[in-house]
């Protein structure tokens, strides 16, 4: 099963559930979700699977296309009339020899207008995740590798750095610095996102185009998945700037 791209009716799709947000109309358009939303995520999972594998041995494909995706529904006490969804899904990669929650990972998402290609770690407060175990103990040590390292390949290439802190809200956390210039002031970080947008009307959304497109974009960016979730001492082989 080849990778047959996202298409118009999958924005659409995004669009009109950000104006129709509850589960009357979801249920009315769920054919339209599943065509164009969850297959071509499920082509586009078969597609990346072998690169995955040879990127990281752990980054396995799952059982079902649905276990690398989040959840569309919100959960929690929701109102009855909405909203009921998220207006964006994503496809993940991530160790799966842990709970995916306790890892970083690399992900594509999409939305209303365009598609994410990106990074991302959080800290969920569990104690064994990669945020408090790796990621802040190793910026105490080596935020000048790190720093290094962005500079060398991310700036001018279009991401966009985010970090989050604790805030009020559904999930709790508001937008900090982006990247703090010490060691200590990136403890109180709950997550941080490294990510670069393509829009719908994009030549690189077309099959062949998009795959390379993530191929090369995960390349770029595993060395921050290494440095924040990586427990193996030859770790910084990865970041030679």
């Given at each position: 099963?080849?990778?047959?791209g996202?298409?118009?009716?999958?924005?659409?799709?995004?669009?009109?559930?950000?104006?129709?947000?509850?589960?009357?109309?979801?249920?009315?358009q769920?054919?339209?979700?599943e065509?164009?939303?969850?297959?071509?995520?499920?082509?586009?999972?078969?597609?990346?699977?072998?690169?995955?594998?040879?990127?990281?041995?752990?980054?396995?494909?799952?059982?079902?296309?649905?276990?690398?995706?989040?959840?569309?529904?919100?959960?929690?006490?929701?109102?009855?009339?909405?909203?009921?969804?998220?207006?964006?899904?994503?496809?993940?990669?991530?160790?799966?020899?842990?709970?995916?929650?306790?890892?970083?990972?690399?992900?594509?998402?999409?939305?209303?207008?365009?598609?994410?290609?990106?990074?991302?770690?959080?800290?969920?407060?569990?104690?064994?995740?990669r945020?408090?175990?790796?990621?802040?103990?190793?910026?105490?040590?080596?935020?000048?590798?790190?720093?290094?390292?962005?500079?060398?390949?991310?700036?001018?290439?279009?991401f966009?750095?985010?970090?989050?802190?604790?805030?009020?809200?559904?999930?709790?956390?508001?937008?900090?610095?982006?990247?703090?210039?010490?060691?200590?002031?990136?403890?109180?970080t709950?997550?941080?996102?490294?990510?670069?947008?393509?829009?719908?009307?994009?030549?690189?959304?077309?099959?062949?185009?998009?795959?390379?497109?993530?191929?090369?974009?995960?390349?770029?960016?595993?060395?921050?998945?290494?440095?924040?979730?990586?427990?193996?001492?030859?770790?910084?082989?990865?970041?030679?700037?």
């Open positions: 099963m080849s990778f047959q996202f298409r118009a009716e999958s924005f659409q799709f995004f669009r009109e559930l950000t104006l129709n947000n509850h589960r009357l109309w979801f249920e009315s769920r054919e339209v979700y065509e164009f939303v969850l297959t071509p995520f499920a082509e586009l999972e078969q597609e990346l699977a072998p690169f995955m594998l040879e990127l990281n041995g752990s980054f396995k494909p799952g059982d079902t296309a649905e276990e690398h995706l989040s959840r569309i529904e919100l959960t929690g006490e929701l109102p009855p009339e909405g909203p009921h969804y998220k207006t964006s899904l994503y496809q993940f990669w991530w160790n799966a020899e842990i709970p995916r929650l306790c890892d970083g990972h690399l992900h594509v998402g999409i939305g209303a207008d365009a598609v994410t290609l990106g990074f991302s770690i959080y800290d969920w407060s569990y104690d064994k995740g945020m408090r175990e790796v990621f802040k103990p190793r910026l105490r040590g080596h935020l000048s590798l790190l720093d290094d390292y962005i500079k060398a390949n991310y700036l001018r290439r279009g966009e750095f985010r970090r989050f802190v604790r805030g009020a809200g559904r999930l709790g956390l508001r937008e900090g610095e982006a990247f703090p210039c010490r060691g200590a002031q990136w403890q109180d709950l997550g941080w996102v490294v990510s670069r947008q393509i829009h719908e009307n994009s030549s690189r959304l077309t099959p062949g185009s998009f795959v390379t497109e993530c191929k090369s974009t995960f390349e770029r960016l595993y060395p921050l998945y290494v440095f924040s979730s990586d427990m193996r001492p030859d770790w910084r082989d990865a970041l030679q700037v």
